[in-house]
Protein backbone atom coordinates (compact mmCIF):
# COMPACT_ATOMS: atom_id res chain seq x y z
CA UNK A 1 0.00 0.00 0.00
CA UNK A 2 0.68 3.59 -0.47
CA UNK A 3 1.69 5.90 2.33
CA UNK A 4 -0.68 9.06 2.43
CA UNK A 5 2.08 11.35 2.97
CA UNK A 6 3.59 10.65 -0.45
CA UNK A 7 3.28 13.75 -2.76
CA UNK A 8 1.97 13.67 -6.63
CA UNK A 9 2.29 16.07 -8.56
CA UNK A 10 -1.08 17.09 -10.05
CA UNK A 11 -1.15 19.49 -13.61
CA UNK A 12 -2.26 23.06 -12.88
CA UNK A 13 -5.78 23.68 -12.86
CA UNK A 14 -6.23 26.03 -16.26
CA UNK A 15 -8.29 28.35 -13.83
CA UNK A 16 -4.95 29.34 -12.49
CA UNK A 17 -3.15 29.94 -15.76
CA UNK A 18 -6.27 31.61 -16.86
CA UNK A 19 -6.14 33.67 -13.93
CA UNK A 20 -2.88 34.52 -14.59
CA UNK A 21 -3.70 35.27 -18.67
CA UNK A 22 -6.13 36.97 -17.61
CA UNK A 23 -4.18 39.16 -14.81
CA UNK A 24 -1.10 40.01 -17.54
CA UNK A 25 -3.89 40.93 -20.42
CA UNK A 26 -5.23 43.86 -17.43
CA UNK A 27 -1.50 44.98 -16.50
CA UNK A 28 -0.79 45.79 -20.69
CA UNK A 29 -4.35 47.57 -21.17
CA UNK A 30 -3.64 49.56 -18.00
CA UNK A 31 -0.02 50.13 -19.13
CA UNK A 32 -1.11 51.34 -22.83
CA UNK A 33 -4.19 53.57 -21.77
CA UNK A 34 -3.19 56.91 -21.34
CA UNK A 35 -3.50 58.14 -17.51
CA UNK A 36 -6.69 60.26 -17.06
CA UNK A 37 -7.09 63.24 -14.89
CA UNK A 38 -9.67 64.41 -12.47
CA UNK A 39 -12.97 65.65 -14.10
CA UNK A 40 -12.93 68.01 -11.02
CA UNK A 41 -9.55 69.18 -11.38
CA UNK A 42 -10.05 70.02 -15.32
CA UNK A 43 -13.15 72.24 -14.51
CA UNK A 44 -11.26 73.45 -11.63
CA UNK A 45 -8.17 74.51 -13.91
CA UNK A 46 -10.83 76.26 -16.27
CA UNK A 47 -12.73 78.28 -14.99
CA UNK A 48 -9.50 79.37 -12.34
CA UNK A 49 -6.11 79.63 -14.66
CA UNK A 50 -4.06 80.38 -11.97
CA UNK A 51 -4.91 77.30 -10.02
CA UNK A 52 -3.25 75.30 -13.12
CA UNK A 53 0.31 75.50 -11.80
CA UNK A 54 -0.88 74.04 -8.53
CA UNK A 55 -3.35 71.38 -9.21
CA UNK A 56 -2.35 70.34 -13.18
CA UNK A 57 -0.03 67.56 -13.20
CA UNK A 58 3.12 67.93 -15.17
CA UNK A 59 2.36 67.10 -18.89
CA UNK A 60 5.72 65.26 -20.40
CA UNK A 61 7.32 67.43 -23.50
CA UNK A 62 6.31 66.44 -27.30
CA UNK A 63 9.14 64.72 -29.02
CA UNK A 64 10.08 66.35 -31.93
CA UNK A 65 7.85 66.27 -35.16
CA UNK A 66 9.22 64.36 -37.95
CA UNK A 67 9.74 66.76 -41.19
CA UNK A 68 6.83 66.74 -43.78
CA UNK A 69 8.29 65.75 -46.67
CA UNK A 70 7.29 67.55 -50.11
CA UNK A 71 5.14 66.71 -52.85
CA UNK A 72 5.70 63.28 -54.37
CA UNK A 73 7.32 63.28 -57.61
CA UNK A 74 5.01 63.56 -60.68
CA UNK A 75 4.92 60.58 -63.02
CA UNK A 76 6.34 61.40 -66.78
CA UNK A 77 2.45 60.91 -68.12
CA UNK A 78 0.64 63.17 -65.53
CA UNK A 79 0.58 66.26 -68.08
CA UNK A 80 -1.46 64.07 -70.64
CA UNK A 81 -3.92 63.06 -67.89
CA UNK A 82 -3.75 66.42 -66.76
CA UNK A 83 -4.77 68.03 -70.02
CA UNK A 84 -7.47 65.51 -70.63
CA UNK A 85 -9.26 66.25 -67.36
CA UNK A 86 -9.02 69.73 -68.45
CA UNK A 87 -10.75 69.25 -71.64
CA UNK A 88 -13.38 67.09 -69.89
CA UNK A 89 -14.02 69.82 -67.66
CA UNK A 90 -14.43 72.30 -71.05
CA UNK A 91 -16.68 69.78 -72.32
CA UNK A 92 -19.03 70.19 -69.32
CA UNK A 93 -19.30 73.77 -69.14
CA UNK A 94 -19.66 74.45 -72.90
CA UNK A 95 -22.74 71.64 -72.86
CA UNK A 96 -24.14 73.67 -69.65
CA UNK A 97 -24.10 76.95 -71.48
CA UNK A 98 -25.51 75.72 -74.23
CA UNK A 99 -28.65 73.64 -72.34
CA UNK A 100 -28.96 77.30 -70.99
CA UNK A 101 -29.21 79.20 -74.31
CA UNK A 102 -31.82 76.64 -75.56
CA UNK A 103 -33.83 76.80 -72.82
CA UNK A 104 -34.18 80.30 -72.96
CA UNK A 105 -34.70 79.96 -76.39
Sequence with gaps: MTAPNETTTQPIPPSDFKSQLDKRA????????????????????????AAAKILKPEDKPEPPRAEIPGP????????????????????KVDNGDESRRQGAA
Excluded: G
Excluded at 72 to 91: A, G, L, M, N, T
Design 72 to 91: PERPHHDDKIEEFVRDQHRS
Design 26 to 49: LEDRIASQPKQTNPVVEKIVEYVP
